[in-house]
C-alpha cells in the first residue's frame, strides 16, 4: 500500500537550534516528493519538489533531500516565523497525491 | 491573480442538510483538485479534474459525496445528506498542466452537528 509518514509528530526548538523533519514513503510510480508549508487556518503552501535519489533543495532556511527511501527537510538556525506544519507528500505519473499527516514545528524566541 | 478562491470560508450545517462548496481556480490552470483535511488523518485526495473533466474519483468516500466543473473557472463539491462524520476542512488546489506544483485555497471549514 503506498504511504507517506512524517515524524516527529511535534518539534519544539529553540530559535536558531536546526534540527531535521523526516518523511518515509513507500509508494509506486513516483514522480515527485513534495513539501509544503502550512500555517494555521491557511492552505499549504509549496515549498519544494524533489524528483530523484541525491537531489537537493534549499530556499532560505530551508533545505530538502531526497534518498530513495526517505526524505528530508533540514531547518538551519529557525526563527520564530517558521512555526507552522510542514506537509509531506508524494505525486504520482498518474497525478494521485498521497500527503502525511504533517509535522507541527514550534520554533520559540 | 488572486489565488484560488472558496466560498463559503465557514459552514455550520445539520445532520442530513445538504452542502455546496465552491472553488475557482487560477485562470489557466488545467487541473482542479479538491482534498479534505482532518487531524487524525491529513489531507485526503477526493477527486480531479483536468480540463473540466473528471479524472480520478477514488477518493470520494462515499456517494453522499459529489463534485462538478462545469467550466474552467468553476467548481462545486456536494455533500447529500451531510454527516457529523463529514466535518473537516476541505481545500481545492489547481496546477499548471504537467507540474505537481499545487496552489492551495483558503480552505472551507465544514462543521456538521
Known amino acids: 500500500e503506498d504511504q507517506v509518514t512524517q515524524s516527529p509528530e511535534a518539534l519544539r526548538l529553540q530559535e536558531g537550534e536546526s534540527s531535521s523533519l523526516n518523511c518515509s514513503y513507500t509508494?509506486?510510480?513516483?514522480?515527485?516528493l513534495f513539501w509544503y508549508r502550512q500555517d494555521p487556518g491557511k492552505g499549504p503552501e509549496f515549498l519544494f519538489t524533489?524528483?530523484?535519489a541525491g537531489e537537493e533543495k534549499e530556499k532560505e532556511r530551508l533545505k530538502a533531500t531526497l534518498t530513495k527511501k526517505e526524505s528530508f527537510l533540514h531547518i538551519t538556525a529557525p526563527k520564530p516565523e517558521d512555526s507552522a506544519t510542514y506537509l509531506c507528500?508524494?505525486?504520482?505519473?498518474?497525478?494521485?497525491?498521497?500527503f502525511g499527516t504533517g509535522t507541527r514545528l514550534k520554533v520559540l524566541a | 491573480d488572486a489565488g484560488v478562491i472558496q466560498s463559503p470560508r465557514h459552514e455550520v450545517t445539520e445532520m442530513g442538510q445538504e452542502v455546496t462548496l465552491r472553488c475557482k481556480p487560477i485562470?489557466?490552470?488545467?487541473?482542479l483538485f479538491w482534498y479534505r483535511q482532518t487531524m487524525m488523518r491529513g489531507l485526503e485526495l477526493l477527486i480531479y479534474?483536468?480540463?473540466?473533466?473528471?479524472?480520478?474519483d477514488s477518493g470520494m468516500p462515499e456517494d453522499r459525496f459529489s463534485a462538478k466543473m462545469p467550466n474552467a473557472s468553476f467548481s462545486t463539491l456536494k455533500i447529500q445528506p451531510s454527516e457529523p462524520r463529514d466535518s473537516a476542512v476541505y481545500f481545492c488546489?489547481?496546477?499548471?498542466?504537467?507540474?505537481?506544483?499545487?496552489?492551495f485555497g483558503p480552505g472551507t471549514r465544514l462543521t456538521v452537528l
Open positions: 524533489l524528483y530523484s
Open positions: 488546489a489547481s496546477s499548471l498542466d504537467r507540474d505537481v506544483r499545487q496552489f
Open positions: 509508494v509506486s510510480g513516483l514522480r515527485g
Open positions: 479534474f483536468n480540463n473540466n473533466v473528471p479524472i480520478d
Open positions: 485562470s489557466g490552470h488545467d487541473y
Open positions: 507528500g508524494w505525486g504520482s505519473g498518474t497525478y494521485k497525491y498521497i
